[in-house]
């Protein structure tokens, strides 16, 4: 079974620019989480969409948002980029069932300058 | 609110030597506990993970975790480890019966082996 993959996996922007990050998940499976990986913080809850449902919230400004479509695969896009957004930005599948072991993907740099 | 504390931000530990490495958390309710590794440039990777029964967990790579429900702590151990085993290291907690489908991670312990 293919694992959880994400494109790009590096991205450079400049500041009040926009983003969009990709994730595929593990085939069959209906959850998707995202989260933002920075130094000193861990990983922070951003959102989950269960079946094209967001399920979940973090608290995140409103530039975060996401989707997802129909085969389960997931966009999160951010606006307005700020130096703060620099981080690695993480996806994680599950069947979306608890206590389902999240699969995480390997993740998207993004280096706002 | 839960919340997880991975008290050690850093830990460097000599190749052989045994490592704990600690997560509490907080939570009124019966949680499932998990722990994950992360490999430099890569994503997270189940270690092992505690629903219910017996409080000694068995993980991958010689990993065990502990549960233990006075202390609201779920410490990793490992009695020899290898340098492999350099990684970041991430408690997370989730409540099941809150029907939020959300994980609660801890900030993360960065595990040093040392030759």
């Known amino acids: 079974k293919a694992g959880v993959t994400q494109t790009p996996r590096y991205l450079i922007k400049t500041r009040g620019q926009q983003v969009t990050l990709s994730c595929s998940p593990i085939?069959?499976?209906?959850?998707v989480s995202w989260y933002q990986q920075t130094p000193g913080q861990g990983l922070q809850f951003l959102f989950e969409?269960?079946?094209?449902?967001?399920?979940n919230k973090g608290n995140f400004p409103g530039r975060f948002s996401g989707r997802q479509f129909s085969n389960s695969r997931s966009e999160m896009n951010v606006s307005t980029l700020e130096l703060g957004d620099s981080a690695l930005y993480l996806c994680?599948?599950?069947?979306?069932?608890?206590?389902?072991?999240?699969?995480f993907g390997p993740g998207t740099r993004l280096l706002v300058l | 609110a839960q919340s997880v504390t991975q008290l050690d931000s850093q830990v460097p530990v000599f190749e052989e030597a045994p490592v704990e490495l600690r997560c509490n958390y907080s939570?009124?309710?019966?949680?499932?506990l998990f722990w994950y590794v992360q490999y430099p440039n890569q994503g997270l990777q189940l270690l092992l993970k505690y629903l219910s029964g017996s409080t000694l967990v068995k993980g991958i790579n010689g990993f065990e975790a502990e549960f233990n429900k006075s202390q609201t702590s779920f410490h990793l151990r490992k009695p020899s480890v290898h340098i492999s085993d350099t990684a970041e290291y991430f408690c997370a907690v989730i409540n099941p019966t809150s029907g939020t489908y959300k994980y609660i991670f801890g900030t993360g312990t960065r595990l040093k082996v040392l030759a």
């Open positions: 969409y269960f079946s094209e449902t967001q399920r």
């Open positions: 085939s069959g499976h209906r959850s």
């Open positions: 994680a599948s599950t069947s979306g069932r608890v206590p389902e072991t999240q699969y």
């Open positions: 939570s009124s309710v019966s949680v499932y």
